[in-house]
């Protein structure tokens, strides 16, 4: 499995609707749906929490991760393309992305997450607010 097949895989959802717990990729994904999607399509062992709040807290979200048998933790300034980002908008993290690294298209880095405000799988620029908000980096066993 190589990082070009992580986004390879997760680009193909763009444009797939937001659903809160969406687990139905080209119908209806919500950001954990998304990482599960890719994870369940390039082969690797993962755990579906599902039964979430629409707003985690707790703590949550991290644990989900840290115990994913197909994860690691990795150094956010170590981070790269394929690489799943956990992000916070205000008290606990509660927003996961998939970083996409450099684009020519939009001359910048980018992440491709299933976003409630957006309505549904979108790639977008990495701002400085989209970095400001990276809680931890994780990357998928078995990348070559």
């Not at 954990?32 to 890719?38: D, E, F, K, T």
């Not at 970083?99 to 405000?117: F, K, P, R």
């Not at 607010?129 to 998928?140: D, P």
């Amino acid at each position: 499995m190589t990082r070009d097949d992580i986004l390879i895989t997760a680009r193909t959802e763009i444009g797939t609707p937001f659903r809160h717990q969406g687990r139905t990729p080209g119908w209806a994904l919500d950001c954990a749906g998304l990482v599960c999607h890719v994870a369940c399509a390039l082969g690797l062992e993962y755990f579906d929490q599902q039964g979430y709040s629409k707003r985690p807290s707790g703590g949550l979200l991290e644990a989900a991760l840290d115990g994913q048998p197909c994860l690691e933790r990795v150094a956010i300034d170590a981070m790269q393309p394929g690489d799943v980002l956990l992000m916070r908008f205000d008290g606990d993290p509660q927003h996961l992305a998939i970083y996409a690294g450099w684009s020519d298209v939009y001359q910048g880095e980018g992440i491709i997450h299933a976003w409630l405000q957006a309505k549904k799988v979108a790639e977008n620029i990495m701002t400085d607010e989209w970095r400001s908000r990276i809680v931890r980096a994780y990357r998928f066993r078995g990348v070559e």
